[in-house]
């Protein structure tokens, strides 16, 4: 059976000092790339490009949801990794996905992933903001955001 299709999906904005640890993050897992950019005023439409990402620019919307709602509808292949200019995918998470994409399963259609939220200089890890699980790998067509706030 061939491996299933990855799209990687962003919404950005001024994200130039975090952009380029992102993609490199994703980009031997990638099928492609697909950003929404709300105007940014800094490199970080140049750095997408340089990754050989599918890019429209569009305004800043007060929900960058909107945008990231945008991206998930122009993705084209099977499955779907959602991520924020800041996120970075490990070594394990991305050997879970390689598992994913290359299986027969047809039992799931996305997977919640555990996320460590930085605050004040520090990751929060007490209070329960860890793991803060969010739906962020999915079958093309299965996720969709509400687009009305973002927590």
Known sequence: MARKTLSVVLATYNEEANLAGCLDSVKDLADEIVIVD???TDKTVVIAKQYGA?????????????????????????????????????????????????????????YWMPRKNWFLGRFLMKGGQYPDYMLRFYRNGKGKLPQKDIH
């Open 54 to 110: 599918k890019v429209e620019i569009t305004t800043n919307k007060p929900n960058f949801h909107i945008n990231k709602q945008m991206a998930i509808d122009m993705a084209t292949k099977d499955w779907i990794l959602q991520l924020d200019g800041d996120e970075r995918v490990s070594a394990d998470q991305k050997q879970e996905i390689t598992k994913i994409l290359e299986g027969d399963s047809k039992e799931f259609n996305g």
């Open 38 to 40: 709300g105007s940014s």
